[in-house]
Structures are given as structure tokens and as C-alpha cells.
């Protein structure tokens, strides 16, 4: 019974279509004619920085904003008109935005009251979703006698009990300290592959939208600067902006050495064909794709190899991290796992050392103009 | 293992006398800086009351006698004078709870800065004289007054509607006197409201009527709860509007212990007068302090 019926949920997951969405705050583009498709049951995460629109592509999908122009499908269905309480998506407010004067139960039971479900049936769904987000047997609580995790939990069943065929999570992890948070990701997504419903999911921290996302539409200024894979995401940045905003990375500029390939230090960095173009091309250096040359065979046909000067040198934990100096006052910064104690090498700030990176690890990227 | 107050085990009382006193001190200074307030209550409240309490026990013999109890009960017109009171304390509340929702509900709504300029608009009556406000509301209600004259003269009615010296001008009086009292706490309750809260129900399914009926509303009627009841109590012991307003045909408690004091000088009576209404008053209190929880709105708690 209860999996025939997960099962259902799952089959009624709908796609989204935004078309040209845009809205206005004054002359502030909130929105800049975003478009965007989200795939039916997929777990899709809007990053960018704060101001950067995504509360407000997530509100306009839940009908709570009133956008300028473009247009909103949930599957075939236009409801760009369609007012917040006949849209039939739940959300989860970064707030949580539960009602104080009812208990656990009545506030997950709530949107199943004004859907006429029965009594009985209510009462065995809300034990449904109390036990799918582990506080079964709290139901009678209030719900100020509860934890900030509990709360989240609770947000979260009163969002999926009405089985909507969209789910919507605005920053709800935000308020938990950081070992609950991790633990509550990973509880988040392995519901969401349970429940099988479209999400879409908003967070201004780029791990945890690596670690949860099926797809991420990085946002900035209204628009999207990218839309793709974590894994894409992270190891072909479209851009600066998307380059800088996930993982650790160093931009520096390339140009063309003596026989046309983009170079960087006197060093060729990749064996791919770049055109050139008006802006030319930067480099992104990852942190972790750097390595002590010195310390590991180093194959010349596949790494570039830089002389540097270490300038500080410091031990975080499961990593370290290193800054050098490669001349012009350019500076790299290299993390090193901590697992072997040869990895760092002991290095200390003054020390010579040479430092590796392997052609097929570049990143390059269109240079920006600087504003 | 290393433990500190192992190693110190010999000190752990160090200073703890001296901390100690230093701690009583500052309470004392906290303390001291209360006393004024404290005194006035002693001599301005306490004092005179415990004095009224004591009179109305004292008949006009000057001996111990509840005579003035038992005219109270003996006598139609006390009982007419209470269930006045009363009805004149729960119409304003009511017409002030029907003008003050919207309005507060409207308060809260609007951007800070358009809010603190209509909140002027509520409190600048506020902050003008009771008395003044009072003769206006006479000015404006009397037979000849602009009301009558201005609906006259478009036609909306004939000859002069009696809107004063009656309950009628008693209510539009004491309700528009009343009404920032409702509407702060109100206000106040309101603002505490989460946006989101609203936008929760509407996302669950409730249209906005709905998200009023049952989460709206049942967050705001603690301040509701609060405006209501010291609009309530402020009516029960009021006395210039409803005298002046009333034309002596609208007699509260106040105004009877007025008439009791200027036309028989019995201090007895008007004190007996005054504890009854003292008493009902902190029944009230009790009663909905049972009944409701209070919050932040009345007695400054979180």
C-alpha cells in the first residue's frame, strides 16, 4: 500500500519550463528573461550569491512574486497566472514558517484538511510522513518544544504529505550547525530519490549544492551563468563567475608562446586549440589539481612545471595548504591532503619548490574584461 | 591526565566571599534605584486605597457595618449602574476590536517608514488633551452641531438626529478615545507575524481567507486578547467622556460615585462604590489571564 502509493507520487513528478522570466525591482533586474527547464523529478539547485535573483526565480515559481513578463509551465500547464494556493507545490521556508498554534500533527495534517481528506486517512498519513522524517510518536508535540532539526523536519514532511508534484527548498538548511546540516543533506537527497518528486532546491553554499544536485543552475545578476552537472560544473566552468564562485581556484591570464599554444609563466598549460579572440583566454587553477613537483614522477610531455618561492604554509586539519609565489607577485595556492606526511613536503615559508600541473587538468576560460 | 582544579584544589574558595559581597552590592544599587517608584506606589496608591477599603466599612454611625454592601444589593439602582458599566465597556471594546483589526491589520502591512507616519495619525489624538477631544466630539455630535447640519444639508436626513447626551455620543466618544489602546498592542502582535507564515498556507492550499481564518487570525488574538482587555478595564473606571457625553443619562460607576460624593458627601457609599468596582475589575483580569495566555503585548514577557 504505502509503496504502490510513493510509487504513484513519484509518476505524477512534473517538469518546469520557465520562459523569459523577468521581474523588475525598480531598475534592478531581480530577473533578466531567465530561461530554464527543470526535468521531471530531477534535483535541481539554484547557487549564486545573495541579491542574485534565486529567491526570486524560486518565489515566482511558487507564485508568491508577481514577475514582469515570461511565462511558467509545469508540465503543459501555464501558471504564471495561477494564484500560490492552486499551484500544488510544496515548499519549505528557509523559516520553516510553521504555525505555532498547532501541534506537530495539525501542522502536517493541514494542507490534507483543505484537500477534504478523511479524518482517518489524514491521521495515517501524518504518521506516514512523521516516520519518513524520523520523529515518529512526536506528533502531539508543540512546536516550540521542538529542536532547530526537528523543526527542519517537520518543515519538510508538511511540504511532501500532500504528495505536490513539486517540491521547492528555500535555503531550509541554513539555520542548522554544521554537522547537522551535513547529515541533513544527505537525509535530503536520499528522500527525494524515496519520494521521486521534481525539487528545486536554493542555497548560496556551493557544497552543499555539490553534494546534492542532480543539475545546478548557477545565477548571478538575474541570470543564469551556467547549468550543468556538479561534476561539469565544477571541472568545466563556463566562466569566471561560476569558476570563482564553486571550489577554491586562482585566475591568472594566459598568453601564446613561440609555437601558438597558450602558455602561462613560459609554461605550455594545455595541448588543446584555443582561437583567438579580443578578451584571450585565463587559466583557473584548482588548489588540489597543484602538486609538488619534486615529490612525484613528473612525466614533462603532460605537466607544466613551475619554479616557485613558498610564502606560507599552513595545516587545516584534513588538508594543508600552501601559498607560493611564481614570480610578478602572482600568487598559487596548492591543498594537499594530509593523509601522507610526504605530500606536504615540511615546507616552510622562503623554501624553493617546484609545483606541477597536469596539461589535461587545465581549466581555461574566456578572459572577462575587467569592469 | 592534566586537570586544572585538581591542581588548584586549595583555592577553589579564593575570593568566593569577597565575589560574593560584590554581587550583593550591585543587587542592593539595582535595587536602590527602584525605591522611588516603590515609594510613590506605597503612598499614592496603597495608602489611599487601603483608606477607601477601610470607609467603605464604616458606617454612618462610625462603627464596623456593611450598610453600604447591603445597599448596594437592596437598591435597583446600583445593579442599573453595574449592568451600565458593563455594557458600555463591552460596546466600546467591541466597536474598537470591529475599527482597530482592519486598521492595525493595515498598519502592519505597510512598508516601516508609511507606517510610522499613520501610527502619527492614530496617536496624535492620543496626545491632545481627554477633555479636549471630549468637547469636540460635542461640538461636532450636538442638535445644532456639524454632523447634524452637514447631513442635513445633503439631504440624508431631516430634522436633527440626537447623537449626543445619550449611549450613542457615550460610544463614538469612548471608542475613539479608546482605540489606540487596542490598536498598539495589536499593532505590536502583528508585526511579531512571520510573512511567511501567510505564504506557508497559501503554498499548503488555503486561499486567503482561509490562511486568515486559520492562521491569521488565531496568531494575532494575543495582542487582540491584550488591546481588548485594557480597553475593557480603562472602561469600567471611566468618567469624563460618558459624563460629559452622557448628559447624566448614561450613569457608570464613576459618575455615580461623582453624584454620591457631591450631593450626599457619604465617603462610605462612594468608597463601598469603589472597592465593588476595584474587585470586578481584578475578576476580569483573572478571569481572561485563565483563559488566555498573555504575551509580550502586556506584560513585556517574550
Not at chain 1, 601558438?260 to 609563466?265: D, I, Y
Not at chain 2, 586549595?10 to 560574593?20: E, H, I, K, S, T
Not at chain 2, 457595618?65 to 467591541?94: P, W
Request: charged share 20%.
Amino acid at each position: 500500500m504505502t509503496n504502490s502509493e510513493s510509487n504513484g507520487a513519484a509518476s505524477t513528478a512534473l517538469p518546469i519550463h520557465i520562459q523569459g522570466l523577468t521581474k523588475r525591482y525598480g531598475k534592478l533586474h531581480a530577473l533578466d528573461a531567465v530561461d530554464l527547464d527543470i526535468r521531471s523529478g530531477e534535483f535541481l539547485t539554484l547557487l549564486g550569491p545573495s541579491g542574485s535573483g534565486k529567491t526570486t526565480l524560486l518565489m515566482a515559481i511558487a507564485g508568491f512574486n508577481r514577475p514582469d513578463a515570461g511565462s511558467i509551465r509545469f508540465g503543459d500547464e501555464e501558471v504564471i497566472l495561477k494564484p500560490p494556493h492552486k499551484r500544488d507545490v510544496g515548499m519549505v521556508f528557509q523559516s520553516y514558517a510553521l504555525f505555532p498554534h498547532m501541534s506537530v500533527a495539525g501542522n502536517i495534517a493541514f494542507p490534507l484538511k483543505l484537500r477534504g481528506v478523511s479524518e482517518k486517512e489524514c491521521a495515517e498519513r501524518v504518521n506516514e510522513a512523521l516516520e519518513t522524517v524520523q520523529l515518529s510518536g512526536l506528533g502531539e508535540r508543540g512546536i516550540d518544544q521542538l529542536s532547530g532539526g526537528q523543526r527542519q523536519r517537520v518543515a519538510l514532511a508538511r511540504a511532501f504529505v500532500f504528495r505536490p508534484r513539486i517540491l521547492l527548498m528555500d535555503e531550509p538548511l541554513s539555520a542548522l550547525d554544521k554537522k547537522l546540516r551535513e547529515r541533513m543533506q544527505i537525509e535530503l537527497k536520499h528522500l527525494h530519490r524515496q519520494l521521486g518528486v521534481t525539487t528545486v532546491y536554493v542555497t548560496h553554499d556551493q557544497r552543499e549544492a555539490l553534494t546534492m544536485s542532480d543539475r545546478i543552475a548557477v545565477i548571478n545578476h538575474g541570470r543564469l551563468a551556467q547549468v550543468d552537472t556538479p561534476e561539469a560544473i565544477y571541472n568545466h566552468p563556463a566562466n569566471a563567475f561560476v569558476a570563482d564562485f564553486i571550489g577554491e581556484s586562482t585566475m591568472v591570464p594566459l598568453s601564446r608562446d613561440a609555437s601558438g599554444s597558450l602558455s602561462f609563466a613560459g609554461q605550455r598549460i594545455t595541448d588543446k586549440a584555443y582561437e583567438d579572440t579580443a578578451e584571450g583566454w585565463s587559466l583557473v587553477v584548482r588548489p588540489e589539481r597543484l602538486f609538488l613537483a619534486d615529490t612525484a614522477g613528473v612525466d614533462p610531455e603532460k605537466t607544466a612545471v613551475f619554479d616557485v618561492t613558498v610564502r606560507e604554509s599552513v595545516f587545516q586539519g584534513e588538508t594543508a595548504f600552501v601559498l607560493v609565489d611564481i614570480g610578478d607577485d602572482t600568487e598559487l595556492a596548492l591543498r594537499f591532503g594530509t593523509g601522507s606526511a610526504e605530500a606536504t613536503g615540511g615546507l616552510k615559508p622562503g623554501d624553493r619548490a617546484r609545483v606541477g600541473l597536469l596539461r589535461e587538468d587545465a581549466i581555461v576560460i574566456p578572459r572577462e574584461r575587467q569592469p | 591526565m592534566n586537570r586544572p582544579d585538581a591542581a588548584e584544589g586549595g583555592n577553589r574558595d579564593r575570593n568566593a566571599g569577597m565575589l560574593r559581597a560584590q554581587e550583593r552590592r550591585e543587587e542592593w544599587g539595582l535595587l536602590s534605584l527602584a525605591a522611588p517608584a516603590l515609594l510613590v506606589i506605597v503612598l499614592v496608591i496603597l495608602i489611599p486605597v487601603g483608606w477607601l477599603f477601610y470607609l467603605s466599612f464604616i458606617g454612618g454611625d462610625g462603627q464596623f457595618s456593611l450598610e453600604h454592601y447591603r445597599k448596594m444589593v437592596e437598591y435597583k439602582s446600583y445593579a442599573r449602574t453595574f449592568a451600565t458599566t458593563f455594557e458600555v465597556s463591552i460596546l466600546t471594546t467591541g466597536i474598537c476590536i470591529l475599527l482597530g483589526y482592519p486598521l492595525a491589520y493595515f498598519l502592519a502591512l505597510l512598508p516601516p517608514r508609511w507606517a510610522g507616519i499613520f501610527m502619527l495619525a492614530v496617536l496624535l489624538p492620543f496626545w491632545t488633551s481627554l477633555l479636549v477631544r471630549t468637547y469636540a466630539w460635542l461640538v461636532l455630535l450636538q442638535r445644532k452641531g456639524m454632523l447634524n447640519e452637514f447631513a442635513i444639508h445633503i439631504g440624508l436626513w431631516d430634522s436633527p438626529v440626537k447623537l449626543v447626551h445619550n449611549m450613542t455620543g457615550t460610544l463614538i466618544g469612548m471608542a475613539h478615545i479608546m482605540l489606540p489602546f487596542l490598536v498598539l498592542p495589536l499593532y505590536s502582535a502583528m508585526k511579531k507575524i512571520d510573512r511567511d507564515m501567510m505564504h506557508a498556507a497559501a503554498n499548503l492550499g488555503a486561499s486567503p481567507a482561509t490562511a486568515f481564518r486559520q492562521v491569521y487570525l488565531p496568531l494575532s488574538l494575543s495582542g487582540m486578547v491584550a488591546g481588548s482587555l485594557i480597553v475593557f478595564i480603562l472602561c469600567l473606571g471611566f468618567y469624563v467622556t460618558p459624563a460629559v457625553l452622557g448628559g447624566g443619562r448614561v450613569i457608570m460607576v464613576s459618575t455615580q460615585i461623582t453624584a454620591i460624593l457631591e450631593n450626599q458627601f457619604d465617603w462610605g457609599a462612594a468608597s463601598a462604590l469603589g472597592v465593588v468596582l476595584l474587585v470586578a475589575t481584578l475578576l476580569v483580569l483573572y478571569i481572561a489571564a485563565r483563559f488566555f495566555k498573555f504575551d509580550a503585548a502586556l506584560f513585556g514577557k517574550g
